[in-house]
């Protein structure tokens, strides 16, 4: 509503002018200083004499104080931007594609004041602030172009990271009804348009891919799985499966697959194979590469009595020393995950180094050395072992084995150092070395190490999850995805990377020598599962943050401007 008083401001503008325009102006009359002739009588003369256009500074001087005047009284809001902030957290997962969540919020965003502001909180796998105190137009731009494929929605956490940035009220738009009511939380509840079918999981080992499809319509469905091969670099062979699907439940499927196919690629069509209809779509493919295990690589420059004894090496086949024993400093890509040594030498922050003394039986009893161990290695040791100790002998660290209080492996972390020391109460005489025990002491550490192992322990991959590569060689990798490549610098032997579409991925080392393959497909029964079917809103009790979008530092200088206008309009007129 205008100001009463701006309108009185508005209508000074023509008074002004009225008052130039018709005002007379006294006339100049020479007189003598020295009286040497008299003053004329001037005659009385009547009436108004009307001025030619107003041309003098003062009138204009006036004016545009007039204006100024205006517009303090007015007060624009596009000056002060006087409205309310609202936060809203966007649940950007997978199932939030078979709602109106654009629609819904382009009509909760209309019905907002002019000048209120917009803090947009995403959340998929992981929460992120989109967007800080942007106006209405550019929070429906960035809804729109939202991406919903994650495969999990981090709900708590995003409210977490909203209130811990203190924005007042919340509002979450998301699928999934609300746990706790929060007077603290508006909470939008959307419903899916439709039933789904999808892949939920798969899986494949040897030459058996194992499949589990959701079918959520409450009758039975007739699907048809066209599986592309591809079994080389150019050529692909396609069949076609029929499947029965059971009403509202999941259905396991097996497929036999030949031992030279390099990856397969699965989609759901309807009998004239057109894409097949349902409310989510990114589930209804799946990319899927055969699993092979990973080598854990030992690396050993003990003596071969030594390492025949402990079960590292055999009589028959001994390993071969790694590149990283030659050559420790040029060897990155050969980091050994397991190193046996009487050295400290080679590996990378993340190999255990297994340290033994020179090989003399008197010093077998001495202190074993390792890097990076998280649990106890010797939980599956026989409680039968023969195990000659010292009880006078005192070890350091947290006790791992002990008998009658008397402790006889420990384990010490270094502080200077970070390495994992262990201390071992053996017997020089001890018959612990020629028991199975030993070795299996050995195969625990190597099975807890398994999971530390280098390269890409990854093949099958979720959106928003991070694809991690250890003890790589640095340089420049390509990472090849379904439609670009990407080149990712590696340092520290380190490669972390977070896929943003779904399908097949292939990685080069700086040689351009294809080294791993990974998939990243939606295989999420929670997502997939669509159960929501009416929409409700969760009203909240705390009103939005006022706030003010422009400075009022602008009145300050219209006033200051004002004033000197009026001194200098004072000081014409003298």
């Not at 699907?245 to 989609?267: G, Q, R």
Request: charged letters at 15%.
């Amino acid at each position: 509503m205008l100001n009463p008083f701006a309108i009185l401001a508005l209508l000074s503008l023509p008074i002004v002018y009225l008052l130039h325009r018709y005002h007379r102006r006294p006339s100049l009359k020479m007189v003598s200083s020295l009286y040497l002739w008299t003053i004329e009588q001037p005659a009385q003369i009547s009436g108004q004499a009307k001025e030619h256009f107003v041309q003098s500074l003062s009138f204009w001087l006036e004016i545009l104080c007039c204006l100024l005047l205006f517009l303090l009284l007015l007060n624009p809001p596009a000056c002060t931007g006087s409205g309310n902030h609202h936060v809203l957290i966007l649940d950007t997962s997978a199932s939030m594609q078979a709602t109106e969540i654009q629609s819904e919020v382009q009509t909760s965003l209309d019905n907002r004041g002019q000048y209120d502001r917009y803090t947009i909180i995403t959340t998929g796998t992981n929460p992120s602030i989109a967007s800080d105190y942007v106006p209405a137009h550019q929070a429906l731009s960035l809804v729109s172009n939202l991406s919903f494929q994650h495969a999990s929605s981090s709900l708590q956490e995003a409210i977490h990271l909203a209130q811990s940035i203190g924005l007042g009220k919340i509002e979450v738009w998301t699928d999934q009804q609300q746990s706790l009511p929060s007077t603290e939380i508006e909470w939008h509840t959307l419903k899916h348009q439709g039933h789904n079918i999808g892949f939920v999981r798969g899986e494949w080992n040897d030459n058996q891919i194992s499949l589990q499809l959701l079918n959520t319509f409450k009758t039975q469905q007739m699907v048809s799985i066209a599986v592309n091969q591809q079994v080389s670099d150019t050529d692909v062979e396609t069949r076609t499966l029929d499947a029965i699907l059971d009403a509202n439940d999941t259905t396991p499927l097996s497929i036999e697959m030949a031992p030279h196919v390099m990856s397969v690629t699965m989609e759901l069509q309807t009998r004239n194979d057109k894409p097949f209809q349902d409310a989510l779509h990114l589930d209804d493919r799946l990319d899927l590469i055969p699993v092979k295990p990973l080598p854990l690589r030992i690396a050993s420059d003990i003596d071969t009595r030594l390492g025949q004894a402990i079960g590292v090496l055999s009589p028959q086949t001994p390993p071969p020393l790694e590149r990283l024993i030659k050559n420790p400093v040029q060897s990155s890509p050969m980091y050994a995950d397991l190193l046996f040594t009487d050295r400290d030498i080679g590996g990378g922050p993340t190999t255990w180094r297994v340290h033994f003394a020179p090989i003399q039986e008197a010093k077998w009893t001495q202190s074993i050395q390792i890097h990076q161990t998280t649990n106890s290695i010797a939980q599956d040791l026989s409680a039968q072992t023969i195990w000659s100790y010292d009880p006078n002998r005192r070890l350091r660290g947290h006790i791992l084995i002990s008998t009658q209080n008397i402790p006889l492996l420990t384990e010490e972390i270094n502080p200077q150092t970070g390495k994992h020391i262990f201390h071992f109460n053996i017997d020089r005489r001890s018959p612990f070395f020629q028991t199975p025990d030993w070795p299996i002491l050995l195969g625990n550490l190597i099975e807890k190490r398994q999971q530390y192992t280098t390269g890409f322990s990854q093949h099958s991959l979720l959106m928003g999850e991070t694809l991690l590569g250890r003890g790589l060689e640095n340089g420049t990798w390509t990472i090849r995805s379904p439609t670009t490549d990407h080149t990712i610098e590696v340092s520290n032997s380190i490669l972390s990377f977070t896929p943003n579409e779904f399908g097949t991925y292939t990685i080069s080392n700086p040689d351009q020598i294809p080294v791993h393959r990974f998939v990243v497909n939606l295989t999420s029964i929670g997502e997939s599962l669509l159960g929501n079917d009416t929409t409700k809103t969760t009203p909240s009790s705390i009103q939005p943050e006022q706030i003010q979008t422009g400075s009022g530092r602008w009145r300050i200088w219209i006033w200051l401007l004002i004033l000197g206008l009026i001194t200098w309009n004072w000081r014409i007129n003298q």
